[in-house]
């Protein structure tokens, strides 16, 4: 990681914590010390869980996996829509379902509800109906979009989870974990750790810091991205050479090759009907009965 990087990220403060008076003792590997009653955060493991979720997250996308980014926090829903939408993969920044993962099939049934409704709209703009069900089918129509809008295109569970501020989306993260979905999490100094697969200490309440991270990991998802791309390419090559392999060799019809197969087959029959009966004769020789003439 470029010393660029790191001085950006020491500029966003994402090594500044919570105040030491509400910090969780697990927290207590990533914290380098205290100034004026706030811990500051390690900026080396910082950096080392930046990596390895970068790492991480380019593997998964590459493996033909989506990510989804969940952060509802006012400083995190601008910095995940920009740039995760920029990425073509899925947030949540309005709130989390219950049952999002553990229930998807009801969350796609909502989805589409939403389409019905979005067609409904462009169609006759709801002017088919009273005035009362246009007011509630819009409203329904607003709240669902709202709720689902961001995971609209998430056809199956994701591949992980990206969350910010694991206090604040502890649903999201059990969801993941009872699934067997990795997470990957912004924690400050007053989280848990062990709720993330890889942890990456840093200040989660700035705009800048959160902005700096989520840029990064995008940066590693458009790399998956292409890596998924020169495979899908290369398996499509290598399908055409075989197909014109294949094409080059003479095609032999069904007919003739179960002639061949009579006559090579007749031929054995007759060679092994003399072998066999030369076989019987010189037995009987060395019996004493006499042979035939």
């Known amino acids: 990681m470029s010393n660029t990087l790191v ?17 969780n003792p697990r927290m207590g ?3 380098y010390g205290k100034r004026s009653g706030i811990h500051i955060i390690d900026i080396k493991e910082t950096v080392k869980g930046l990596l390895l979720a970068k790492k991480f997250l380019t593997k998964t996308v590459a493996g033909n996996k989506d ?27 309005e709130r989390w379902l219950g049952g999002t993962l553990t229930n998807f099939s009801t969350i796609r049934s ?19 109906y009273s005035k009362k069900m246009e007011s509630q089918l819009r409203r329904e129509m607003r709240k669902i979009k709202r709720n689902l809008d961001g995971i609209r ?17 502890t ?33 989660d309440d700035s705009m800048r810091s959160i902005d700096v ?5 995008c940066k590693a998802i458009a790399e998956g991205k292409q890596q998924r791309t020169g495979a899908a390419a290369d398996a499509g090559q290598d399908a055409s050479g075989q197909s014109g392999d294949q094409g080059d060799r003479p095609r032999r019809s069904r007919r003739a090759q179960f002639r061949a197969d009579d006559a090579s087959g007749g031929e054995s029959g007759g060679s092994a009907g003399g072998e066999s009966g030369d076989a019987t004769e010189a037995s009987k020789a060395a019996a004493g009965a006499p042979a035939k003439s």
């Open 7 to 23: 001085q950006e990220l020491i500029e966003a403060g994402i090594h500044f914590g919570q105040r030491a008076s509400n910090w």
């Open 29 to 31: 590997p990533y914290i």
């Open 67 to 93: 990510i989804c980014f969940v952060g509802t926090k006012r400083q995190a829903k601008g910095v995940i829509e920009q740039h995760v939408s920029d990425a073509g993969m899925h947030w949540v920044t």
């Open 110 to 128: 909502r989805l589409k509800r939403l389409e019905e409704l979005e067609a409904i709209s462009e169609t006759d703009n709801f002017q088919s």
């Open 153 to 169: 295109g998430m056809k199956k569970l994701p591949g992980a989870l990206v969350i910010i501020d694991v206090m604040r989306e």
């Open 171 to 203: 649903t999201a993260i059990k969801e993941a974990r009872k699934l067997g979905i990795p997470v990957v999490c912004l924690i400050d100094t007053d989280g848990n750790p062990e709720l993330a697969d890889i942890a990456i200490p840093g200040n």
């Open 213 to 217: 991270i989520v840029r990064e990991l």
